[in-house]
């Protein structure tokens, strides 16, 4: 049985939404192992043991949450020239764009090889005070629902052999 990691990292709730709609989807339908995983327990064991990857994380000050880049930063070497090939989507929860996180991901996983199964989804909270920026998130049930798609599409993806 094919096996896909969602690994997440959020602080107010967005990207976590966002990786269990993925999820949820992504176990409902194909017969994939799916393994929701926190980035800050996650690890290059954990990329090796899979088929394929959603990464889901917040863009904080214009970059990847620093629990993601610590995930990639202690996980980069040990999986290097061992995942060339396996498929990957990106979600991003941001208060602005999004777009600098989603090019950081991007570039580390083509150093991996990883090939992009899906265009990113980017979902933007337009969060700009202090106060708002810190709040727990809500996401819309139709950006949402993209999320679940995601996911779906990937684990049929994997389950039917296409990656």
């Known amino acids: 049985m094919k096996t896909l990691l969602i690994v ?4 107010t709730g967005g990207a ?3 990786a269990q709609a993925a999820a949820d989807a992504a176990r409902t339908g194909a017969e994939v192992n799916v393994r929701l995983v ?10 090796l043991a899979a088929d394929g990857y959603i990464f889901a994380g917040p863009e904080n000050l214009a970059a990847l949450s620093g629990e993601m880049k610590a995930f990639f930063d202690r996980s980069y070497y040990p999986a ?5 090939g396996r498929p990957y989507a990106l979600m991003v929860c941001a208060g602005s764009d999004g777009e600098n996180a989603v090019r950081q991901a991007a570039r ?18 337009h969060a700009q005070t202090p106060e ?4 727990p998130k809500t996401i819309a049930p139709d950006e949402l629902q993209l999320c679940a ?11 039917m052999g296409i990656f």
């Open 8 to 11: 997440w990292h959020s602080r």
């Open 16 to 18: 976590r939404a966002m």
């Open 38 to 47: 926190a980035a800050e327990a996650a690890g290059p064991e954990d990329l």
């Open 80 to 84: 290097l020239e061992r995942l060339n």
């Open 108 to 125: 580390i996983a083509l150093g991996w090889r990883l090939r992009p199964a899906a265009e990113p989804i980017i979902v933007c909270t």
């Open 132 to 135: 708002a920026i810190a709040a």
């Open 149 to 159: 798609d995601l996911g779906a599409a990937l684990a049929a993806g994997l389950a």
